[in-house]
């Protein structure tokens, strides 16, 4: 089942979701609300709520990921047109009629998403500091921005997976034209 349907636009990004996100959220829910159980030793509907919102976080990172694609696609000239979610990631939709492009503008496109999330990141492990000293939720959510876009949206998406950034990073990096 490929069907995919519009939740509209975002940020001048038209935004689409296949069914079997639903069965990704759930998969997800399960797996952070377990993760919260056992990490924080949270009651049962404690775990769940804190595994709710960390899966609504999940797919805002992704968005930032996305949208930090679609910043890089501007500049180059070849913007994207929207993000397709999938199970628990996106991928980023260019026009069908888009003309063969230079390796070039191929990596700058693919490089935006992970520097965005390793940005996000960044940001993430300075309120980390900055919470530590008071600890709490805000902590452990701060810990959880770090977290998740540094090692799956930043780091994660630069594995040569198949599906990845790394993916479209190496099979163009070998075509690019050197600097004179």
């Known amino acids: 089942m490929n ?9 001048g990004l038209w935004v689409y979701v296949r069914i079997n996100v639903f069965l990704g959220v759930l998969i997800l829910w399960g797996a952070f609300s377990g993760l ?22 999940h797919y805002a990172f992704e968005f930032w990921h996305q949208y930090s694609h679609a910043a890089a696609a ?10 397709l979610y999938t199970w628990v ?3 980023s939709l260019y026009p069908r009629n888009e003309p063969e492009l230079p390796a070039e503008v191929h ?23 900055a919470l530590h000293p008071f600890g ?3 902590y452990h ?22 599906f990845t950034d790394g993916n479209t990073l190496l099979k163009y990096w070998k075509h690019r034209k050197p600097n004179p």
């Open 107 to 129: 990596i700058r496109r693919a490089i935006g998403g992970p520097l965005g999330s390793l940005a996000l990141g960044l940001f993430g492990g300075i309120l980390t500091w």
């Open 141 to 162: 959510i701060a810990w959880f921005i770090f977290l998740e876009n540094l090692l799956v949206f930043g780091l994660g998406a630069l594995l040569p997976l198949g």
């Open 74 to 83: 501007h500049r180059t000239g070849y913007p994207m047109e929207g993000v």
């Open 136 to 138: 709490g939720i805000l």
């Open 3 to 11: 069907k995919k349907f519009s939740l509209g636009q975002i940020a």
């Open 36 to 57: 919260v159980y056992f990490a924080l030793k949270l009651t049962p509907m404690a775990s769940l709520a804190m595994g709710l919102g960390a899966v609504f976080l």
């Open 89 to 91: 990631l996106a991928m």
